[in-house]
């Protein structure tokens, strides 16, 4: 036990292993179930999985010791943050050793799955007896050893040590993309691979690298990514601004392409690693660095610092139009600057022509007939699903993944997270719908390489558009309804966790509920009754955000009574965290209350006038903060229709009071930076505002 390892994980609730640590003069950090994870998690580092004696006390013996198969699989899958470390340990480490396993055991079981890349490096320690049916049992999940705990010791002793990072082109955290390395494929596509990088994303790389700059594969979108290398050639940073749908892997992988033939080295983050700290200091000296992160919410905890360590890095970040205003602010406190926005939504005419030539030699002229001259890459691919060639295709080839359960469950809930832009570990899938998804698609392993995009730490979609597509056209609103409610309390078990914040905050947003369930009947009656299965749950209840999206749904329905009141208890769950910010509540909030006084009609006095006073106020001061006017815009547009049905209800001190807010609000729009405003419609607004001050004479 003197060696250096990543980290050791025991169900044992003895300290031998401390012990034999200062035994050896070496120390050993120790933590159990009970305690929060460090920020600073030492390597050599023990966690006591089923609780730790040395931590033991008549207070923590609730948290701290896991008794029996039940209460284990309860607390620990569901419940402890450290579950999460393990995962995240386990896709770092280089190896994998279970020492001592049994059948039996459900509390290793439970951490284990049948991932081809995990188990090739998985290894079970038996003792020195050769149990053929045990090696047979765990074939899926690893390589039985039949050494004892003396053979480990001396195959420990004997095998080279593991070296520090100090090749760029292999690192952990960072995946290094090199086109030249890549370019390994020998024929042309076929059209069936062209039909499946559309209909389902299976994109391969080295085939892109190996057509540009032909248009075989995939269009080269040439004027954006010119768009792109020139932001970064005078910024620091690129935003690339991409709806759902809108090829944004491929489009980052065009990206680095280009740049590769500058002379950039491109590198994608993949996560936190051990060896995150000797990675940066080597990319400190890489030359000409560029940093892609496909995801924000990957990026948020870490871009920031390698942005101060590395300062000739430029970092090209890939960011949700739908997110961008509304988390604005976290890139101006994350992204390095300068930087500067690209939207990559649009396909220009070259690109339009050049993508309506490759459908017609992959064999799909007839179901695409892309009239327009401009049109985003999602509404292409919306069409392409619509011709029943497409339909077809999916109905066959997936017909033994549709009429499977367990199959079903685990294609709901991946197409859901994708469609969503969230992503979730494996073990995640398998805590919400009961089965481990690698088994259960091991026997159509064809599908799943089509559809799923599988790692040692990945089970997801390729595609977002076509889960958007299938979840509409092949689940039903019960299935989806119960896969939400489930998804939603697991990752509520989790909310510690940034990444499972954001994804029980997407699940639970009316606007994501609605937009998946809008073409079935009574959609919004679904998405009341999904939120009201949820607010039992106290980890739920307790979320400012639930109540929030709760309100927006009532207020869809013209419950207007029960949307306010909601409202009130979203600022109460906020009062009760401190620092949190109300934007998002605030913009709702006037929202509720220019419909409830709308609803009132005419004749009688407006009878929440101070408190809409103050809203304005509020909003005015929200429009001169840059990371927080997107919240205010759009609502101000509803102040018009009041003011038309009501402007009589008014006293005169009212409407000057009125005229004077809505005037500073017109002003402080007109001042926004002309980008800006075309970007988010803001004129729209002001012109709005400035109809209702004529409407108050």
């Known amino acids: 036990m003197a060696e250096t390892w990543l980290r050791i994980y025991s169900t044992n609730y003895d300290d031998a292993a401390e012990f034999q640590h200062l035994d050896s003069g070496r120390v050993l950090s120790s933590f159990d179930v009970s305690q929060p994870i460090p920020n600073r998690f030492p390597k050599n580092s023990i966690v006591h999985l089923h609780g730790s004696i040395r931590t033991l006390t008549p207070e923590n013996i609730t948290t701290s010791l896991v008794l029996g198969e039940t209460s284990y699989i309860r607390q620990y899958l569901q419940k402890s943050p450290w579950y999460n470390q393990f995962q995240a340990d386990v896709k770092f480490a280089s190896k994998l050793i279970v020492v001592g396993y049994s059948l039996s055991d459900y509390h290793i079981?439970?951490?284990?799955?049948?991932?081809?890349?995990?188990?090739?490096?998985?290894?079970?320690?038996?003792?020195n007896r050769v149990d053929p049916v045990f090696s047979r049992r765990t074939s899926s999940y690893g390589t039985a050893l039949f050494i004892g705990v003396k053979g480990l010791a001396e195959a420990i002793r004997v095998l080279p040590r593991p070296a520090k990072p100090s090749d760029v082109t292999r690192l952990k955290s960072f995946k290094y993309l090199d086109p030249l390395r890549d370019n390994k494929a020998v024929r042309a596509p076929t059209a069936n691979e062209v039909l499946e990088l559309l209909i389902y994303g299976?994109?391969?790389y080295a085939r892109c690298v190996s057509t540009l700059p032909e248009q075989t594969y995939v269009i080269s979108r040439e004027k954006e990514i010119r768009d792109v290398v020139t932001a970064l050639s005078e910024n620091r940073s690129a935003i690339i601004d991409s709806r759902l749908g809108n090829g944004k892997t491929i489009f980052l992988h065009l990206c680095f392409i280009e740049l590769a033939s500058q002379g950039y080295n491109c590198f994608l983050f993949k996560g936190f690693g051990p060896e995150i700290d000797a990675e940066i200091d080597l990319l400190r000296h890489a030359p000409r660095p560029v940093i892609i992160f496909d995801q924000f919410t990957m990026a948020q905890d870490i871009i920031a610092r390698l942005g101060s360590e590395i300062p000739a890095a430029k970092f090209i970040v890939e960011v949700r139009t739908s997110i961008l205003e509304v988390r604005y602010h976290d890139l101006l406190d994350s992204v390095p600057r300068p930087f500067v926005?690209?939207?990559?939504?649009?396909?220009?005419?070259?690109?339009?022509?050049?993508?309506?030539?490759?459908?017609?030699?992959?064999?799909?002229?007839?179901?695409?007939?892309?009239?327009?001259?401009?049109?985003?890459?999602?509404?292409?691919?919306?069409?392409?699903?619509?011709?029943?060639q497409i339909k077809d295709r999916i109905r066959n080839e997936l017909s033994s993944v549709f009429s499977n359960e367990p199959r079903r469950k685990v294609l709901l809930l991946t197409m859901l997270l994708s469609t969503y832009q969230v992503s979730a570990d494996p073990s995640f899938i398998r805590t919400v719908t009961g089965v481990d998804p690698y088994h259960e698609f091991k026997p159509v392993q064809e599908i799943a390489d089509e559809v799923f995009e599988l790692s040692a730490d990945a089970f997801r979609m390729r595609s977002s558009i076509f889960s958007e597509y299938a979840v509409r056209h092949f689940m039903t609103p019960n299935e989806i309804a119960d896969c939400v409610v489930s998804a939603a309390l697991a990752a509520a078990e989790r909310k510690s966790s940034r990444q499972y914040r954001v994804l029980m905050s997407n699940l639970l947003q009316y606007s994501n509920l609605h937009e998946t369930l809008k073409s079935?009947?009574?959609?919004s009656f679904i998405v009341l009754d999904i939120y009201e299965r949820l607010r039992y749950d106290e980890r739920i209840n307790d979320e400012p955000l639930f109540w929030l999206q709760y309100a927006i749904a009532m207020a869809e329905r013209g419950r207007l009574l029960p949307a306010r009141e909601f409202i009130k208890t979203a600022y109460d769950r906020a009062a009760?965290?401190?620092?949190?910010?109300?934007?998002?509540?605030?913009?709702?909030?006037?929202?509720?209350?220019?419909?409830t006084e709308i609803d009132e009609g005419p004749g009688k006095a407006v009878a929440h006038?101070?408190?809409?006073?103050?809203?304005?106020?509020?909003?005015?001061?929200?429009?001169?903060?840059?990371?927080?006017?997107?919240?205010a815009i759009k609502v101000l547009e509803g102040i018009s229709p009041l003011i038309d049905l009501r402007r009589g209800d008014f006293s005169s001190g009212e409407k000057v009071a009125l005229a004077f807010w809505l005037s500073r609000l017109s002003a402080t729009l007109s001042r926004l930076p002309a980008d800006y405003r075309a970007r988010t419609g803001s004129d729209l607004t002001r012109a709005a505002i400035d109809q209702a001050i004529r409407l108050l004479g």
């Open 520 to 523: 079935h009947k009574n959609a």
């Open 202 to 204: 299976s994109f391969n």
């Open 341 to 388: 926005r690209v939207g990559v939504n649009k396909l220009s005419p070259a690109d339009v022509a050049a993508f309506r030539e490759l459908c017609r030699k992959a064999g799909l002229a007839s179901g695409v007939s892309i009239s327009r001259t401009t049109v985003e890459m999602r509404d292409v691919l919306l069409e392409l699903f619509e011709s029943e």
């Open 576 to 595: 009760d965290r401190p620092g949190f910010q109300t934007y998002q509540i605030d913009t709702q909030a006037f929202r509720i209350l220019l419909l």
């Open 109 to 127: 079981s439970a951490l284990l799955m049948e991932n081809p890349d995990l188990a090739s490096k998985t290894f079970f320690v038996q003792s």
């Open 609 to 631: 006038f101070d408190e809409i006073i103050k809203m304005l106020e509020l909003f005015d001061s929200m429009l001169n903060e840059e990371s927080h006017r997107s919240f």
